[in-house]
Nanobody
Framework: QVQPVESGGGDVQAGGSLRLSCAAA????????MGWYRQAPGKERERVAM???????AYGDSVKGRFTISRDNAKNTVYLQMNSLKSEDTAIYYC???????????WGQGTQVTVSS
């Protein structure tokens, strides 16, 4: 069973930056799709960023130009660099790793990001 573990959340002032990490037991490039999602209080979970196995990326409209998803295969880690943070970015951020052929779909426990204005 794969259990992604997120870290790097915290409190930050608007305009600041944070880098989230998602570590996975196992080889990170065995996953076909790696993504970051977030859920704010009273709202549905939304996709923030996605990275596929050949390096393709996609971002939610609200974070384009501010957030960057990347991975380090040697460290089996996926990152989310968040710049120019806004109060509306406040949410719990979750890492998601998927394997298409096996149907594996793994979620981390989440890490809280709070942006104060």
């Amino acid at each position: 069973q794969v259990q992604p573990v997120e870290s790097g959340g915290g409190d930050v002032q608007a305009g600041g930056s944070l880098r989230l990490s998602c570590a996975a037991a196992g080889v990170i490039d065995s996953f076909d799709v790696m993504g970051w999602y977030r859920q704010a209080p009273g709202k549905e979970r939304e996709r923030v960023a996605m990275l596929d196995s050949i390096g393709g990326t996609a971002y939610g409209d609200s974070v384009k130009g501010r957030f960057t998803i990347s991975r380090d295969n040697a460290k089996n880690t996926v990152y989310l660099q968040m710049n120019s943070l806004k109060s509306e970015d406040t949410a719990i951020y979750y890492c998601n790793l998927r394997q298409i052929e096996s149907g594996g779909n793994y979620w981390g426990q989440g890490t809280q990001v709070t942006v104060s204005s």
